[in-house]
């Protein structure tokens, strides 16, 4: 399976700054997937990032929130916009052979919002 | 309905034991079907996927119901590693899109 890198790890912010996490994938992959797993709460996707066109936020995520890149087929960030307490999360960046293939997950971004 | 369901547990068994975990789910064009396991704030990996008739890896048993439209998961002879969150997954016949479960919680105690 691909070898996905995710940065930063973790990180603390005040309330109202934005923050970019990178996702690098070892491969070429057309899919990536960024998804936010709250505290006891199962991974809920929000967006999913095509090379060479937009997003595709899934419902109660908008692009000014959450702006994403896919420069190529390797690499995609997900910035995390305003940010305020709410937003204090695991964020994990995912791809996918599709078909029947399995999704695998970058290590995931843990994000305090103070 | 929730479209992937577990018990959320936590199921707390002493080591060695055997246990079971269920989900079910409500899109009958679910074609991949998959269970992860989760440490606490760490990401999910893949801990094997589910075929029609059935699979095992080591202590592990995967079956899939079609007909009820659920999945099960047996862990045997339970190890304090075990310990953690499995999470069902459902994906629909020519989706890159799956669905996750909430998972559940496993506790081994010595």
């Known amino acids: 399976s691909a070898v996905i890198s995710q940065k930063p790890s973790r990180d603390i912010c005040q309330r109202g700054t934005s923050l970019t996490i990178q996702c690098q994938v070892d491969s070429q992959v057309t899919m990536m997937f960024w998804y936010r797993q709250q505290p006891g709460q199962s991974l809920t996707l929000i967006a999913t990032a095509n090379q060479g066109s937009e997003a595709t936020y899934e419902s109660g995520f908008v692009i000014d929130k959450f702006p994403i890149s896919r420069p190529n087929l390797t690499f995609s960030t997900l910035t995390v916009s305003n940010m305020s307490p709410e937003d204090s999360s695991i964020y994990l960046c995912?791809?996918?052979?599709?078909?029947?293939?399995?999704?695998?997950f970058g290590d995931g971004t843990r994000l305090s919002i103070l | 309905r929730k479209e992937v369901e577990q018990d959320p547990g936590p199921f707390n068994v002493p080591e060695g034991a055997t246990v079971a975990f269920n989900c079910t789910y409500s899109n009958s064009a679910s074609q991949s079907f998959f269970w992860y396991r989760q440490d606490c704030r760490k990401e999910p990996k893949l801990l094997m996927s589910v075929y029609s008739s059935g699979n095992e890896d080591g202590r592990f048993t995967a079956q899939l119901n079609r007909a009820s439209q659920y999945i099960s998961l047996l862990i045997r002879d339970s190890k304090l590693s075990d310990s953690a969150t499995y999470l069902c997954v459902v994906k629909p016949g020519g989706s890159y899109i799956p669905t996750f479960g909430r998972g559940t919680s496993l506790i081994v105690h010595p």
């Open positions: 995912s791809v996918s052979g599709g078909g029947n293939q399995p999704q695998h």
